[in-house]
Structure formats: C-alpha cells, structure tokens
T-cell receptor, first 113, second 110 residues
Framework: DTAVSQTPKYLVTQMGNDKSIKCEQN?????MYWYKQDSKKFLKIMFSYNNKELIINETVPNRFSPKSPDKAHLNLHINSLELGDSAVYFC????????????FGSGTQLSVL | DQQVKQNSPSLSVQEGRISILNCDYT??????FLWYKKYPAEGPTFLISISSIKDKNEDGRFTVFLNKSAKHLSLHIVPSQPGDSAVYFCAASGTYKYIFGTGTRLKVLA
C-alpha cells in the first residue's frame, strides 16, 4: 500500500498543451510538496501546502497551478507546456512543515516535445 | 544561490569499506538535516536525520555527523554493501521547506 502515490509515472506531450499530475498520500500528513528535479539532478522545491493552504511558492511561473482539494491530495496542473518544463516532478508529504521526515512519491517523468 | 552543496558528484568504494559522503550548507538558520537515498526511476527514500542540537546520530550501518561551526555534515556507511549503490542527497530544513544538495552517486564495488 503506497504511502505517497503520484500519477502518471510518465507523461509525454507536445509544447503548448495543458497537463495534470495527481498526488495522494495515505499517511495522514498535514503538509504536501511538489519538487522538480531538472536535468542537472537538482531537487528544487516548487510548492508547499499545509492543511490545504499554500505556504510556499518558490517563484514558479503562473503556468503551474497546484490544487489541494483536501489535505491528502495535491495535484499539479501545468498550462502551455514549454520545452524547459521537461523534468521529473516529485510529490512529497510530511507530518508538519519542516523538521520532520519527508516522504516522496516515485516521480513523474515529464517530456515536452 | 545554492544553500546546500555536495561537492563530490560521485564516489566509488570497495565492498566492506567505509563510504563517507559530505555536505556543506551556508544558512546557519537550518536546524534539521536529513539524508536520502535514491535509486533510478524511484523517489528519494529517507535514510537518517539529525537535529542541530546533536552532533551525531547512528542507525545501524549509517551514522550522520554534524559540525555546526563548519556548517558541514557527513554520512558514514560502514560496512558498505553493493546494495548501497545509489544517489545520496543531503537536505536541510528551513522555514516550511527542505533544501536539497545536488547528490553524490555512490558505487560500491563487489
């Protein structure tokens, strides 16, 4: 029973399209995150939500819109995809914001052609 | 501006020997540090953590050392096993977020 699950695992799409990545955690955590791992393998935070409220937005373009319908879900919608959006996107959760273990999903490999 | 740095992109170690992975940080406000292990096509998995009030934490074969004055932490794996071959990330916890280093690829040779 996967603790943090995200779908799809692979996403191949054309430039200009809109796509969504879904994430769910069954750990009862209050805080969820989206991280981006770029071609240089750098894991960079994009967003952090605590109890469905946005607490961190790391100057991510407006084309990226996270949505948290409840504290177990944090979805990522991306409009007008660009080549530079190609990366691996990881969802994660923690019991509370900071100073606790982060649990990661297995990642979504996004390729924009 | 990279606040958490892992200056060695790769490390090779013989099976049974010690692996030492290093990490430096710049922000003295960080007060919790973690190490993660990542296999290809999987998410990072938690290995071990340390609070800034400690200088050492041990869990089985894994020990993390923290030197606050030097803003440096290290992960020791003893003895190293082939299954330890993976990318290791250190992370520092700041206000509501975790900052990750760029990772060190460890290869344990049989």
């Amino acid at each position: 029973d996967t603790a943090v699950s995200q779908t799809p695992k692979y996403l191949v799409t054309q430039m200009g399209n809109d796509k969504s990545i879904k994430c769910e955690q069954n750990l009862g955590h209050d805080t969820m995150y989206w991280y981006k791992q770029d071609s240089k393998k750098f894991l960079k935070i994009m967003f952090s939500y605590n109890n469905k409220e946005l607490i961190i937005n790391e100057t991510v373009p407006n084309r990226f819109s996270p949505k948290s319908p409840d504290k177990a879900h944090l979805n990522l919608h991306i409009n007008s995809l660009e080549l530079g959006d190609s990366a691996v996107y990881f969802c994660a959760s923690s019991p509370s914001p900071g100073n606790e273990k982060l649990f990661f999903g297995s990642g979504t490999q996004l390729s924009v052609l | 501006d990279q606040q958490v740095k892992q200056n060695s992109p790769s490390l090779s170690v013989q099976e049974g020997r010690i692996s030492i992975l290093n990490c430096d940080y710049t922000n003295s406000m960080f007060d919790y540090f973690l190490w993660y292990k990542k296999y290809p096509a999987e998410g990072p998995t938690f290995l071990i953590s340390i609070s800034s009030i400690k200088d050492k934490n041990e869990d089985g074969r894994f020990t993390v050392f923290l030197n606050k004055s030097a803003k440096h932490l290290s992960l020791h794996i003893v003895p190293s096993q082939p299954g330890d071959s993976a990318v290791y990330f250190c992370a520092a916890s700041g206000t509501y977020k975790y900052i990750f280093g760029t990772g060190t690829r460890l290869k344990v040779l049989a």
